[in-house]
C-alpha cells in the first residue's frame, strides 16, 4: 500500500519540522518546550490533513464508479 501526502500535510510536516529544528538550537529550555509543542500540533495537524484528504479522494472515486456504473447500465 502506497501512503500518499497531500500537499497541505506535506507544508504541515515541513513546518512542524522547521519548528523541531529550531528548538533544538534553543538554549532557553522554556521556548525549546514550547516550539516542540508546536511542532507537535503541526504534525497533528499532518495527520489529520493527510486522513481527511484520504477520505476524500475515496469519496470522489466511489461517486465516480457510482457513475460510470450507471452509464454501463443505460
Given at each position: 500500500?502506497?501512503?500518499?501526502?497531500?500537499?497541505?500535510?506535506?507544508?504541515?510536516?515541513?513546518?512542524?519540522?522547521?519548528?523541531?529544528?529550531?528548538?533544538?538550537?534553543?538554549?532557553?529550555?522554556?521556548?525549546?518546550?514550547?516550539?516542540?509543542?508546536?511542532?507537535?500540533?503541526?504534525?497533528?495537524r499532518a495527520?489529520?490533513?493527510?486522513?481527511?484528504?484520504?477520505?476524500?479522494?475515496?469519496?470522489?472515486?466511489?461517486?465516480?464508479?457510482?457513475y460510470d456504473?450507471?452509464?454501463?447500465?443505460?
Amino acid at each position: 500500500m502506497t501512503l500518499q501526502i497531500s500537499g497541505r500535510s506535506k507544508q504541515y510536516m515541513e513546518t512542524a519540522q522547521s519548528l523541531l529544528r529550531a528548538a533544538r538550537s534553543m538554549t532557553d529550555e522554556v521556548v525549546a518546550t514550547r516550539l516542540k509543542m508546536l511542532a507537535d500540533d503541526y504534525q497533528r495537524r499532518a495527520e489529520k490533513a493527510s486522513s481527511a484528504d484520504s477520505a476524500r479522494s475515496v469519496a470522489r472515486s466511489a461517486a465516480r464508479d457510482e457513475y460510470d456504473w450507471s452509464r454501463e447500465l443505460a
